[in-house]
Each structure stands twice: as structure tokens, then as C-alpha cells.
Antibody
């Protein structure tokens, strides 16, 4: 059973860098044609897609966040990471990582991490 | 960006009711719609992909339909564990977007 485990600080100061790591277990991050996604959800709001990354580093970004986002993949540790900088209070959200799977031409997130609340506050 | 608009934003229903949630895309997206269920404090859970394909392990009382701009999620007989928020999401463009959600509450 594929599992995704998020880790990182729950509190970040304005203008600083939000850094999260997603560790994948029960499968390889290099598996097949799977991309891996980052999604966030501000409290009480809809999810917002941040980016999707392939193990070789190919990445699709949400244009509204592109200038502030860095996505890295460490295949040796089966991990992906998200850096968002600089942050403001508007970046307060629950952050998720997820596997982007495919069936034919249909793409979807089928496995999700547990989510971690990151609050931006001084 | 492709905008996804759900209706209603919330609904009240009883156990055993048939429930329908609608999602409209701002442009034609063929059948590139997924549906997720989210319970408080939990990650979204995939129910339907490709507009009408039931994800493995999801009960058959859930079904999806539609193509182009209009899509529906139907729960044929609402169960106590189905009270949650439901989101549609499009994967037609590289910029994935979600609907605002429909909260299904107990009547």
C-alpha cells in the first residue's frame, strides 16, 4: 500500500521560506509514468493545485505560484520537497502531496498524504 | 484558467436519499473531470475519474456522468458515512483546478 508522509514546520514567519518534505513508502517515486503533486487548501476553501513533478525533474507549475515555488525530487530517499518563498499570511493552508496516476488519458490524484497545516504568522 | 463551479454549495439530505451534485466547467473539457470526497481533517479521497469511472474500492452507490461542460456526481442511496464535502476537479489543462465544494449535511 502506497503511503505518503509529510513533514516540516507548522509555523513560518512572513517573508521567510516554507519547506516541506513528502516521503513515499510502499512504492518507488520512479515508478512508471507517475507524477507527484503538491496541493494546498486554505482553511474553509477549495484545494489549490501547486505543481506536479516527475522523478526526472520535469515539473508543471501553477502559474500564479511559479515564481515562488521550487520542487525537488530525491530518488535515493524516495522523497519530494516543496519550497515556497517568500510567504505571506495568504499562504496559510493545509499542504498535501499526492500521487498523480493515469488511466489511459485520464489523470487524477489517487493517493494523498495526510496533510500538514502550515501557518504563516510572526 | 478553467473555472469549475459546483451547485449547490451545500445540501441537507436524509439517509437513503438520492443525492446529485452538479459541476460546470467554464469551457469544454471532454470527460476530464474527477470527483473527490473530503471529510473534516482528512485528505480528499478519489471517488470518480474520467467523469464516470469508479475508483477501486469506492462503493457502487457513487456514480458520475457528463461530458463537455456539465457533470454530475450521484449518490444513489445516501449512507451515514457519506456526509462530507465533495469536490470536482478538471485535468483537461495542465493547470488543474477544483470546484468550490458541495457540503452534504444531515437533514
Amino acid at each position: 500500500q502506497l503511503q505518503l508522509q509529510l513533514s516540516g514546520p507548522g509555523l513560518v514567519k512572513p517573508s521567510e521560506t516554507l519547506s516541506l518534505t513528502c516521503t513515499v513508502s510502499g512504492g518507488s517515486i520512479r515508478s512508471g509514468s507517475d507524477f507527484w503533486g503538491w496541493i494546498r487548501q486554505p482553511p474553509g476553501k477549495r484545494p489549490e493545485w501547486i505543481a506536479s513533478v516527475f522523478y526526472n525533474g520535469d515539473t508543471y507549475y501553477n502559474p500564479s505560484l511559479r515564481s515562488r515555488v521550487t520542487i525537488l525530487v530525491d530518488t535515493s530517499k524516495n522523497q519530494l520537497s516543496l519550497n515556497l518563498s517568500p510567504v505571506t499570511a495568504a499562504d496559510t493552508a493545509v499542504y498535501y502531496c499526492a500521487r498523480r496516476a493515469e488511466s489511459g488519458s485520464w489523470l487524477y490524484f489517487d493517493y494523498w498524504g495526510q496533510g500538514t497545516l502550515v501557518t504563516v504568522s510572526s | 484558467d478553467i473555472q469549475m463551479t459546483q451547485s449547490p454549495s451545500s445540501l441537507s439530505a436524509s439517509v437513503g436519499d438520492r443525492v446529485t451534485v452538479t459541476c460546470r466547467a467554464s469551457q469544454s473539457i471532454s470527460t476530464y473531470v474527477n470527483w473527490y470526497q473530503q471529510k473534516p481533517g482528512k485528505a480528499p479521497n478519489l471517488l470518480i475519474y474520467g467523469a464516470s469511472n469508479l475508483q477501486r474500492g469506492v462503493p457502487s452507490r457513487f456514480s458520475g456522468s457528463g461530458s463537455g461542460t456539465d457533470f454530475t456526481l450521484t449518490i444513489s442511496s445516501l449512507q451515514p458515512e457519506d456526509f462530507a464535502t465533495y469536490y470536482c476537479q478538471q485535468s483537461f489543462s495542465n493547470m488543474w483546478t477544483f470546484g468550490q465544494g458541495t457540503k452534504v449535511e444531515i437533514k
